[in-house]
């Protein structure tokens, strides 16, 4: 070979400068490749992302509290399937993606679904992403698929039977200072009890309870007059007083009202040939709002009532979907009386007659008096009301409802007590006494392990909730005085707490209140439990 061929195919063995524009036009291809595919996955990855945010966005608008599927699964008689949920779910996620391009042959499905007192939603979707650079590869399109999941509870159906002990002692005033108040004016028992009356003032029948030669110490025509007292104006009831130092506390009203009492304290203001005035002139409340108020003195069942309206109130601003919450008044002393049955119709006004809420704010007019026989009189006899809400409940035998529809309520019972029982009974009207007046609790004061009518109540699944309202000791104690019952009484306190506590279903559906302002607090705290609750457990 000529030497010049040789050198020349030496050196061409030996140049490597064209070799990097050979060996990148080979890598480009897969390079360029993936970039592609990367550029497509990308779009398919933001299509995937706008698609489940409408999925998401469908599933929790078809729960919301407002929302036709939500309402319509509040309302459902049983389980399954809620159409109007479905409906909804669909619409909002076609919604989200009216307007976005990009894809193609979408299939979206929706399921709303109610068990129990769940509400649960799925919304489901696939769609074709269509690609470019792929297609080099093989590919026509990309296909997303996915899913959204969400749950709320409904709005648990809930029966309050608010069970209100409106006995004797249920009438004390209710602060210290009311009670002195009432001790300053009120003559009742004034020989047993010089530093107010505790027990048996409020007995309206002539010649019941109170009589001038016996325990008044104070002329009032055989009338107690504690309760009348509270009802009326105090600087009014006052100014009628005469100051005469042959009655223990060196006043009387003039004897032109006291042989007309009770009712001169309201007749007309005018003067009498010997005393100076035959009428009092004042004007009675039914219920008394507020405390130290001159209009009245404010008893422990008017702070109660009071906060019962507070709490349909409370009731009302947390309904979810109409009649979610029915309540009714079952006071009691001898018998349970259904005062204002059950009712959903919780919205009215305290001033409204027929309304349960004017029934709760005078609920301080069916205190122990000795004149309702619906109501029976003498005792209080907690053990026999519970039984009796007991029978109104589905009849008083089997299971109660859940909650989960407006056919099956969960039942509450609200005890509202001072939790002394005793089993004396007295004649209405004005009757003779019978039965024992010695103090005890619905435990029989710890002798029993639980307590049976309490027991049958929350047996059945219905749930007993307890606001005691603290006895107050009475002291001095006049041992003369219906049998030593005010020893017996002060003696009883001490076990009253833990029977109340067996009582309810559990530590916390117990709550102790003595203020006006805690018993509208606990009130309403009770409600709030029974609600979260309800929630809970299903």
């Known amino acids: 070979m000529p ?19 050979v060996i990148f036009t080979i890598a480009a291809i897969p390079l360029i490749s993936a970039i592609g595919c990367a550029v497509d996955y990308s779009m398919a990855t933001r ?61 979206r499905s929706s399921t709303v679904t109610k068990t129990g007192i769940k509400l649960d939603a799925k919304v489901e979707y696939t769609a074709d992403v269509p690609v470019t650079f792929m297609k080099v590869v093989g590919f026509q399109k990309l296909t997303v698929t996915g899913f959204s999941s969400s749950a709320a509870s409904l709005p ?33 028992n004034y020989r047993q ?5 505790a027990f048996a003032c409020h007995f309206a029948p ?31 009831y006052t100014s009628l007083l005469m100051t005469n130092n042959t009655y223990p506390k060196q006043q009387q009203l003039p004897t032109g009202i006291v042989s007309g ?110 004149v309702n026989t619906n109501l029976g009189s003498g005792g209080t006899h907690i053990s026999a009301a519970l039984t009796s809400v007991n029978s109104l409940i589905s009849g008083g035998t089997g299971a109660v409802g859940d909650g989960s529809t ?15 029982q005793n089993n004396q009974v007295k004649g209405v009207p004005n009757g003779s006494w019978s039965g024992s007046n010695h103090a005890t609790t619905i435990d029989l004061q710890n002798t029993l392990t639980t307590v049976p009518s309490c027991e049958a109540l929350k ?40 029977s109340l506590r067996k009582c309810a279903s559990s530590a916390d559906f117990f709550r102790t209140a003595s203020t006006p302002q805690e018993i509208q607090a606990a009130l309403d705290a009770m409600f709030k439990h029974a609600l979260r609750t309800a929630h809970i457990t299903h």
């Not at 009338?223 to 009326?232: A, D, F, Q, T």
């Not at 407006?406 to 002394?420: H, R």
């Open 3 to 21: 030497f010049g061929l040789q050198q020349c195919l030496s050196r061409f063995r030996r140049d490597q400068r064209g070799n990097i524009a």
């Open 47 to 107: 299509m995937k992302a706008k698609l489940q945010s409408a999925a998401d966005a469908a599933g929790i608008a078809a729960l919301s509290q407002k929302s036709p599927g939500f309402l319509a699964a509040s309302t459902m008689t049983g389980n399954g399937s809620v159409t109007a949920g479905v409906t909804d779910a669909n619409n909002v996620f076609d919604a989200n993606m009216s307007g976005i391009t990009g894809y193609q042959n979408l299939v």
């Open 156 to 188: 648990p159906y809930l029966d309050f039977y608010l069970t209100l002990d409106v006995s004797g002692s249920m009438g004390l005033a209710s602060t210290s200072a009311e009670q002195t108040r009432l001790a300053q004016v009120n003559p009742d």
């Open 193 to 197: 009890y010089p530093t107010g009356c």
């Open 206 to 236: 002539q010649n019941s309870a109170c009589t001038n030669t016996g325990t008044q110490g104070y002329p009032t025509n055989n009338y107690c007059l504690g309760y009348k007292i509270s009802r009326v104006s105090q600087s009014g």
């Open 261 to 370: 009492l009770p009712n001169s304290l309201y007749a007309p203001k005018n003067p009498g040939p010997k005393s100076g005035l035959t009428g009092g002139g004042l004007t009675a409340v039914s219920n008394c709002k507020t405390a130290g108020t001159d209009d009245c003195i404010q008893l422990r069942l008017d702070a109660v009532g009071y906060a019962l309206t507070e709490l349909f109130k409370t009731a009302n601003e947390s309904k979810k979907v109409p009649d979610q919450f029915k309540i009714g008044l079952y006071p009691f002393i001898r018998y349970l009386y259904a005062y204002f049955p059950l009712t959903k119709n919780i919205n009215g006004n305290p001033e409204t007659p027929g309304t349960i809420n004017y029934a709760a704010a005078n609920l301080a007019t069916l205190l122990d008096t000795n």
């Open 406 to 420: 407006p056919t099956t309520p969960q039942p509450y019972v609200f005890l509202i007590t001072d939790g002394a």
């Open 459 to 498: 047996g059945r699944g219905i749930k007993v909730s307890v606001l005691y309202i603290p006895y107050e000791k009475i002291d001095p104690v006049n041992t003369s005085f219906a049998g030593n019952e005010g020893t017996y009484a002060n003696n009883n306190i001490q076990y009253i707490p833990a």
